[in-house]
T-cell receptor, first 119, second 110 residues
Framework: GAVVSQHPSWVICKSGTSVKIECRSL??????MFWYRQFPKQSLMLMATSNEGSKATYEQGVEKDKFLINHASLTLSTLTVTSAHPEDSSFYIC???????????????FGPGTRLTVL | GIQVEQSPPDLILQEGANSTLRCNFSDSVNNLQWFHQNPWGQLINLFY???GTKQNGRLSATTVATERYSLLYISSSQTTDSGVYFC????????????FGKGTHLIIQP
């Protein structure tokens, strides 16, 4: 149980284009999902918190107009990188907070990540 | 914000060896999780352990919340244990994202 998927796994795009990344909780409902970014050989940094039916909360220094987040249902959140530039190239990982019997309500489960390369 | 420090940053061991990874954090936490990131980037949940001790096979973890540290023990290491181990915490409520340490890069040599 507690499986989180992401699509696509990797994407290469031209500078100036927009890219949408999907995050789905496959076997549970997630009222809260999180988006992280990881640069090579570095740790994960929280970008934003996504709540179903409401606006996302962005961490300091993250441009909300560049990284659009939509949490349309209890199982789907999307991250759109608008007008992507080479410096946006990174590994983007989502997580979902699971409410599962026998598990802590605070446990986060992570998707496999999406590797974005902007040329 | 909360600070999370992991040590050592790098660790190279022979297969069969035991290891201890440490995570120090600067404030009281509601949630502490240990992850293993495999070479493809997937984060694998190892433990949810804001306090106490847990064991899962060759792995075990202990968190001493009052002293603000957690330890991850790996016994009888295998080459498949190689990768980066992250400790991550949040301050409360479950609505907060996790703050990650910089990780320990573990290499198990055959």
């Amino acid at each position: 149980g507690a499986v989180v998927s992401q699509h696509p796994s990797w994407v290469i795009c031209k500078s100036g284009t927009s890219v949408k990344i999907e995050c789905r909780s496959l076997d549970f409902q997630a009222t809260t999902m999180f988006w992280y970014r990881q640069f090579p050989k570095q740790s994960l940094m929280l970008m934003a918190t996504s709540n179903e039916g409401s606006k996302a909360t962005y961490e300091q220094g993250v441009e909300k107009d560049k990284f659009l987040i939509n949490h349309a249902s209890l199982t789907l959140s999307t991250l759109t990188v608008t007008s992507a530039h080479p410096e946006d190239s990174s590994f983007y990982i989502c997580s979902a907070r699971a409410l599962i019997a026998g598990s802590s309500t605070d446990t986060q489960y992570f998707g496999p990540g999406t590797r974005l390369t902007v040329l | 914000g909360i600070q999370v420090e992991q040590s050592p940053p790098d660790l190279i061991l022979q297969e069969g060896a035991n290891s201890t990874l440490r995570c120090n954090f600067s404030d009281s936490v509601n949630n502490l999780q240990w992850f293993h990131q495999n070479p493809w980037g997937q984060l694998i949940n190892l433990f949810y352990i804001p306090s106490g001790t847990k064991q899962n096979g060759r792995l075990s973890a202990t968190t001493v919340a009052t002293e603000r540290y957690s330890l991850l023990y790996i016994s009888s290491s295998q080459t498949t244990d190689s990768g980066v181990y992250f400790c991550a915490v949040d301050l409360g409520g479950g609505a907060d994202g996790l703050t990650f340490g910089k990780g320990t890069h573990l290499i198990i040599q055959p």
